[in-house]
């Protein structure tokens, strides 16, 4: 059998996927398990469970190379191919058409037409109850397959180069033996996901006030050339004493850091999950209009810094339909203006 696994949405769906990974290879011990991916990110590198990751930006690339990627893959015949959740706009299930696989699996959304469902016949009606990771698991029945653990978490590969990695950067910063806090001011930067972001002026303040309370807690900021900007308007204004922005090149590398972190903080994002899979004892996240129970760190406690402006309306404002979240850049801008520094302080540090 010749099992593709299509993630085309963002870093952290593509994480959500490692569970039912490892199940497909536990039910199909001899089968070809490869996934296609959009970001170039290394979360699935080293995952002893695949065959082949395929990595292709067919949003951003040429049109021309798009198609030739995907003639390739539909040359190796796949027995079945599984867009994974949440993956709701059509152009996911139009790739999954194209490449051919004799069963199209998926789930079915709020925007689904007739058309939609002939684009992927085999589907799951999407579960807001469960988390990402159960409802992809959900999607074994149509291989007549079921999962064979009785629990399950996000699964990353870190090699001892990574490892090694983060040592040598902590030492080189004399933070071993410091107790450390990450965070990750950024977000996705699809549709306007940007904007439930927490203001940056409020992380630069909440950072004066943690060193307040805990001079010698060192301050990690993560991110990639997305939050370039915000870091250095960061560095500008509390200094290099203050706060460290380690240089990574992938998401396990970054993986390998969080992981030595006592205290993270984040929106929900890929790097929330990170945090998530590699067990950061305390974790927090601020609530923003895209929070649910779908998306939530699977498998690590975390606290929720309530948005008292979302007020459990979430799906008000985003739901898996395709669509960007509800409202304009000013009504947004001032929901997560919402969140008070002391909040998260209070939350944070206590």
Request: aromatic share 6%; net charge positive; proline share 6%.
């Given at each position: 059998m010749k099992i593709l696994v299509i993630s085309l949405a963002g870093i952290g769906d593509t994480i959500f996927v490692t569970p039912l990974i490892h199940e497909l290879r536990e039910n199909f011990p001899a089968a070809t398990i490869d996934v296609f991916v959009r970001w170039e990110s290394g979360v699935l590198a080293n995952n002893p469970y695949l065959n082949t990751v395929h990595q292709k930006d067919i949003a951003e690339d040429s049109k021309l190379e798009s198609l030739w990627y995907l003639m390739k893959l539909r040359g190796v015949h796949y027995d079945a191919s599984i867009n994974i959740f949440p993956q709701s706009r059509r152009e996911y299930r139009y790739v999954a058409k194209f490449i051919k696989a004799q069963m199209r699996i998926g789930h079915e959304y709020e925007n689904f037409t007739e058309f939609d469902r002939r684009l992927t016949p085999h589907l799951v009606p999407v579960d807001y109850s469960k988390h990402a990771v159960e409802n992809n698991l959900s999607l074994l029945q149509f291989l007549d397959a079921k999962p064979k653990f009785s629990s399950h978490r996000y699964e990353l590969f870190l090699t001892e180069q990574e490892d090694a990695g983060a040592a040598a950067y902590l030492a080189q910063q004399r933070l071993q033996g410091r107790r450390l806090f990450g965070i990750h001011v950024g977000s996705g930067g699809t549709k306007n996901l940007a904007l439930r972001r927490w203001p940056l002026e409020n992380y630069i303040e909440l950072v004066r006030r943690v060193h307040e309370k805990e001079p010698e807690l060192g301050i990690l900021f993560f991110g990639g050339p997305g939050e370039k900007k915000d870091h250095e308007r960061i560095r500008a204004a509390l200094g290099d004493d203050k706060v460290f922005f380690?240089?990574?090149?992938?998401?396990?590398?970054?993986?390998?850091?969080?992981?030595?972190?006592?205290?993270?903080?984040?929106?929900?994002?890929?790097?929330?999950?990170?945090?998530?899979?590699?067990?950061?004892?305390?974790?927090?996240?601020?609530?923003?209009?895209?929070?649910?129970?779908?998306?939530?760190p699977y498998g690590n406690s975390f606290t929720l810094i309530k948005n008292p402006a979302v007020a459990g309306r979430n799906l008000e404002f985003y739901r898996y339909d395709g669509a960007p979240i509800k409202g304009t850049a000013d009504e947004l801008a001032k929901l997560m203006a919402s969140v008070k520094v002391e909040d998260v302080l209070n939350a944070v540090i206590g």
């Open positions: 380690p240089k990574t090149h992938n998401m396990l590398q970054a993986a390998a850091l969080i992981g030595r972190c006592d205290l993270f903080l984040s929106v929900d994002t890929s790097n929330m999950h990170l945090a998530a899979a590699m067990g950061v004892k305390k974790q927090f996240v601020i609530e923003t209009p895209t929070w649910n129970k779908p998306i939530e």
